[in-house]
C-alpha cells in the first residue's frame, strides 16, 4: 500500500504547533509497514540545505480562474522519511504560514497541485490529508482529477475551517456544482474543510472524545449538523508523540538527561531551570505551561488563578506566543517574583520546562487531542487539565481512580470538571497535597513516564481505517 500524507506543517521541516508534530510522527510510524509519502508547501524558511532537499524533473502549470501557476515539485529523504515538497510564490513566499489574505489561492494552489502529483506521477492508494489547508483535496481528487484511491480527512482542530469569500469557486475552478449546502457552501461562503468532510471516504479527530463531542452545538464550531449527517463515516483516533523526539534520557536539550529509574537527575534539572530562570527555592513545587496562548488553551482562566495563587509558596512559568491580548494578560503577571512569563517560540526551552516541572497546566476549553500533557507525563511532570477532548481521554484523575490503573491510554493527573477559578483552585490544592505525598508522587510519575504514548497504535489504527475502506 502507497500512502500519500498532505499537510501544511511536517516536523522538522515546519511547525507551528501539534499537527507538525503529529504529522511528522504518523509518517515516521508509518512509513514502517507501508510506503508514506508526506507532502507538504517548500515554504521559504524551511532549510533546503540542512535538509538537502533537491529540486525534481517533475513540473507543470495549473490554469486556474484564466491564470497560470507553474508549479515546481521538490524532494528529499530526511531520517528515512520521504517528502515531497510543492513550490509556487504565492504558497511559499509569504512570511508567515497563515496570516495571509491570500489563503483561498495558497492553499487552493496547493491542493490542486497535490492532485496533480498523485494522479501523474505517484501511484497511491491513499490519499490522507489534514485540516482545511489540504482538505479541498478531497473533492479535487473525486469530483475534478477522479482519482482512484481512498481518501480520508484528519480533522486537528474543528475550529479553523477555511472559510472564504465565494469568489474562490471561479478562482480556483471548483465548477458551482461544488457550491451546494452539501458539499463546499457554508453561509454563502466556501468552506474547505466542509468540502473535505463532504468528499473524504472516512473522516477522523485525533481523539475518540473530541469525535463525539463535535457533533454537538458546543464544540461543532457551526458543522455540528454536517458532521452528524456524516457521522457514519467518523471516528477518533488518539495522536500518539514520537517518543524517540521527545525522550528525556536522550535530550539533548537537557543538561541532567533522566529515565524513570534515575528521577535525582529531575530534581537536579529542576534547580537547573530555576537558576536559569532566576526563581527562588527550587523546593517549592513547579508548575508549568508551555503552548499557544489563544482563546482554546483557557488563559483567560489560568491567569486569574495565577493571580489568586500569587502568595502560595509555588514556582510558576508560563512559555508561550500567540494572540496579542493573551500576551498582555500574560504580562501582567510579570510583576510577581515567583512567577516567570517567556513570549516566545523556544523548542529547547520548552523541553527544560517539561523536564523541570511538577506540574503541568492545560485547562483548555477544548482540545481536540492535545500532545503537550502526553509530553509532559513522558518527562516526568504530572498533567492538570480539564476533562474535554483529548485530555479526557489521555489524563486520569488520581482520586478516580482508587487504586486502580487507568485506561490503557491514559496517563495519572489531575482533572478539572470546568475551569472556573474555583474549580481550579481545588485542582492545585489536590495538586499540593500531592506534593506533599513524595512516595505516591514519584510512584505517579514513573507510571507516566512508562506508559505508552508512542505512534505504534495509532499508526495500526490508522492502517485498519484505511484497510476497511473500498478502494
Ligand atoms: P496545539 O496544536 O493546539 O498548539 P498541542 O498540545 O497539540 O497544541 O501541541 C503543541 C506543541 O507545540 C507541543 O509540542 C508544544 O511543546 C509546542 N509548543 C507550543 N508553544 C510553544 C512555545 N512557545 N515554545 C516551544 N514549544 C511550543
Not at 203 to 218: D, F, K, N, R
Request: aromatic fraction near 10%.
Amino acid at each position: 500500500m502507497t500512502i500519500a500524507m498532505a499537510a501544511s506543517e511536517l516536523f522538522p521541516y515546519v511547525k507551528s504547533g501539534g499537527l507538525a508534530d503529529a504529522v511528522g510522527g504518523l509518517c515516521k510510524e508509518l512509513s514502517r509497514y507501508e510506503t508514506t509519502i508526506a507532502v507538504i508547501p517548500l515554504y521559504r524558511s524551511i532549510d533546503r540545505v540542512r535538509f538537502g532537499i533537491k529540486p525534481t524533473e517533475i513540473a507543470f502549470t495549473l490554469e486556474l480562474g484564466k491564470k497560470a501557476y507553474d508549479i515546481k515539485i521538490y524532494h528529499a529523504v530526511f531520517e528515512g522519511m520521504e517528502t515531497y515538497f510543492i513550490y509556487h510564490p504565492i504558497l511559499c513566499d509569504s512570511d508567515t504560514l497563515y496570516e495571509s489574505s491570500d489563503n483561498d489561492l495558497r492553499f487552493g494552489v496547493f491542493a490542486h497541485a497535490l492532485c496533480v502529483l498523485a494522479a501523474d506521477h505517484l501511484s497511491i492508494d491513499v490519499l490522507h490529508l489534514h485540516d482545511w489547508q489540504s482538505a479541498l483535496a478531497a473533492p479535487l481528487a473525486k469530483a475534478v482529477y477522479k482519482l482512484e484511491c481512498r481518501v480520508v480527512l484528519s480533522i486537528h482542530n474543528l475550529a479553523f475551517q477555511g472559510v472564504f469569500a465565494k469568489e474562490a469557486v471561479e478562482r480556483l475552478n471548483l465548477g458551482w456544482e461544488l457550491f451546494t449546502m452539501e458539499r463546499l457552501e457554508f453561509y454563502d461562503q466556501v468552506n474547505f474543510l466542509k468540502g473535505g468532510i463532504a468528499y473524504a471516504d472516512a473522516v477522523s479527530t485525533v481523539s475518540p472524545s473530541y469525535a463525539l463531542e463535535i457533533v454537538s452545538a458546543e464544540y461543532g464550531a457551526q458543522l455540528e449538523g454536517f458532521l452528524l449527517h456524516h457521522q457514519e463515516k467518523l471516528s477518533g483516533i488518539l495522536n500518539g508523540i514520537d517518543t524517540v523526539e521527545f525522550d528525556p534520557s536522550h535530550d539533548p536539550s537537557l543538561g541532567h538527561p533522566f529515565d524513570a529509574r534515575h528521577l535525582d537527575n529531575k530534581r537536579r534539572q529542576k534547580e537547573a531551570l530555576c537558576d536559569e530562570l532566576s526563581l527562588s527555592d527550587s523546593r517549592r513545587p513547579l508548575l508549568a505551561y508551555v503552548g499557544r496562548l489563544a482563546e482554546q488553551k483557557g488563559i483567560r482562566e489560568l491567569v486569574e488563578v495565577i493571580r489568586a495563587v500569587q502568595d502560595a509558596p509555588l514556582n510558576i512559568v508560563i512559555l508561550g506566543s500567540g494572540e496579542g491580548i493573551y500576551e498582555s494578560l500574560c504580562k501582567t503577571l510579570q510583576r510577581y517574583e515567583n512567577v516567570k512569563i517567556i513570549l516566545k517560540y523556544d523548542e529547547a526551552l520548552s523541553r527544560r520546562i517539561y523536564a523541570a516541572s511538577d506540574f503541568f497546566l492545560m485547562p483548555s476549553t477544548f482540545e481536540p487531542c492535545g500532545l503537550a500533557q502526553m509530553i509532559a507525563m513522558r518527562y516526568g511532570s504530572i498533567p492538570i487539565v480539564r476533562r474535554t477532548g483529548g485530555l479526557k481521554d489521555t489524563v486520569a484523575d488520581f482520586c478516580d481512580l482508587e487504586g486502580r490503573a487507568p485506561s490503557e491510554y491514559a496517563g495519572i493527573g489531575i482533572g478539572m470538571e470546568a475551569c472556573d477559578v474555583e474549580t481550579f483552585m481545588h485542582a492545585l490544592i489536590k495538586a499540593l497535597s500531592l506534593y506533599g505525598n513524595e512516595a505516591m508522587m514519584r510512584e505517579f510519575i514513573v507510571y507516566n513516564m512508562n506508559k505508552d504514548f508512542s505512534w505504534h497504535r495509532p499508526a495500526l489504527a490508522y492502517l485498519a481505517l484505511y484497510r476497511s475502506l473500498n478502494p
